[in-house]
């Protein structure tokens, strides 16, 4: 069975910079997983924010960046903002078949 | 403007099949590239996929639930079908459609219904 691993809890205070990482269990992630990240607030559906990796949808705001650091796919926020509070997960693909992250609870305080 | 919408049953027995339907709106289903999938969440817990239809009629699965779920399209109708078998109290979640477009540098999941919450309870 394969898990996506993300830090359960990250803690930023406004207008700093927040890295969350997404990690697989078979290894390094590369572009080839196809990395999607989204946001979910409490009673919402998710909110896409990336794709492949580092593609912006239209709608995303532009202190939101993602990569791929050390074999994990990255999300960074920067600049952040109080309503950046939120979970955060991310999504790779295997081949025919997708895997969400554990997710991440980001606070703002 | 591409919308989702899900629907279904609010309550299930265990054991029994449950039918959720997508309906959309704003793109086409034989439009190639583009593709719909259903994820879940048990409450308080993480998103889940769980399977996928392409324009192409290919159909991709959770490889821990596949043998329960089915998944279909009416292009006509633009509407994507889910159903799960044998359903359980530890499958009471929200379910939720969403499109996925496929481009060159690879998928893009970017619009979501709001969900519907199924309770399985006898």
């Known amino acids: 069975q394969t898990v996506v691993t993300q830090e359960p809890s990250l803690t930023v205070s406004p207008g700093g910079t927040v890295t969350l990482t997404c990690a697989s269990s078979?290894?390094?992630?590369?572009?080839?997983?196809?990395p999607n990240w989204f946001q979910q607030k409490p009673g919402q559906a998710p909110r896409a924010l990336i794709y492949?990796?580092?593609n912006k949808h239209s709608w995303t705001p532009a202190r939101f960046s993602g990569s791929l650091l050390g074999g994990k796919a990255a999300l960074t926020l920067s600049g952040v903002q109080p309503e950046d509070e939120a979970e955060y997960y991310c999504?790779?693909?295997?081949?025919?078949?997708?895997?969400f992250g554990t997710g991440t609870k980001v606070t703002v305080l | 403007q591409v919308t989702l919408r899900e629907s279904g049953p609010a309550l299930v027995k265990p054991t029994q099949t449950l039918t959720l339907t997508c309906t959309f709106s704003?793109?086409?289903?034989?439009?190639?590239?583009?593709?719909v999938s259903w994820i879940r969440q048990p409450p308080g817990k993480a998103l889940e996929w769980l399977a996928l239809?392409?324009?192409?009629?290919?159909?991709y699965y959770s490889t821990s639930l596949k043998t329960r779920l089915t998944i279909s399209k009416d292009t006509s109708k633009n509407q994507v079908v889910l159903t799960m078998t044998n359903m359980d109290p530890v499958d009471t979640a929200t379910y939720y459609c969403?499109?996925?477009?496929?481009?060159?540098?690879?998928?893009?999941?970017?619009?979501w219904g709001q969900g519907t919450m199924v309770t399985v309870s006898s």
């Open positions: 969403a499109r996925i477009r496929q481009e060159l540098q690879g998928d893009a999941f970017d619009i």
């Open positions: 704003g793109f086409s289903l034989s439009t190639s590239g583009m593709c």
């Open positions: 239809i392409d324009w192409d009629d290919d159909k």
């Open positions: 078979t290894g390094a992630v590369t572009s080839g997983y196809y």
């Open positions: 492949s990796t580092s």
């Open positions: 999504l790779l693909y295997y081949g025919g078949a997708y895997v």
